[in-house]
């Protein structure tokens, strides 16, 4: 059974920093793109940041401008986004997906077919 957690979230001060983990487990971790996602109130789901099976490719969302980094540790099954210089507006819950695959790590959704219970990050005004 594939479970993909979250750790590290929290309420953070704007311009602050955190770091998200999700641990995966029941998979063959290196065949596997990760990405994260955010969710705010009321507003769909959106594409963070990705990561390819290997580490060497990663993608970002246009609104993240250098801010955040993605990465994975192969041996402990993680998959690491670092968020800095955080506004209100990162407010959201963010979440992990797992896409079986070699290639770019994609920005849809749908190409993800496990995804953890999320982690809160409020960034308040």
């Known amino acids: 059974q594939v479970q993909l957690v979250e750790s590290g979230g929290g309420l953070v001060q704007a311009g602050g920093s955190l770091r998200l983990s999700c641990a995966a487990s029941?998979?063959?971790?290196?065949?596997?793109?990760m990405g994260w996602f955010r969710q705010a109130p009321g507003k769909d789901r959106e594409f963070v940041a990705g990561i390819s099976y290997s580490g060497e490719m990663t993608d970002f969302g246009n609104f993240v401008k250098g801010r955040f980094t993605i990465s994975r540790d192969i041996a402990k099954n993680t998959v690491y986004l670092q968020l800095n210089s955080l506004k209100p507006e990162d407010t959201a819950v963010y979440y992990c997906?797992?896409?079986?695959?070699?290639?770019?790590?994609?920005?849809?959704?749908?190409?993800?077919?496990?995804w953890g219970q999320g982690a809160q990050v409020p960034v308040p005004t």
């Open positions: 997906g797992s896409s079986l695959g070699y290639g770019l790590p994609s920005e849809l959704t749908s190409s993800y077919d496990q």
């Open positions: 029941g998979l063959v971790f290196s065949d596997y793109a």
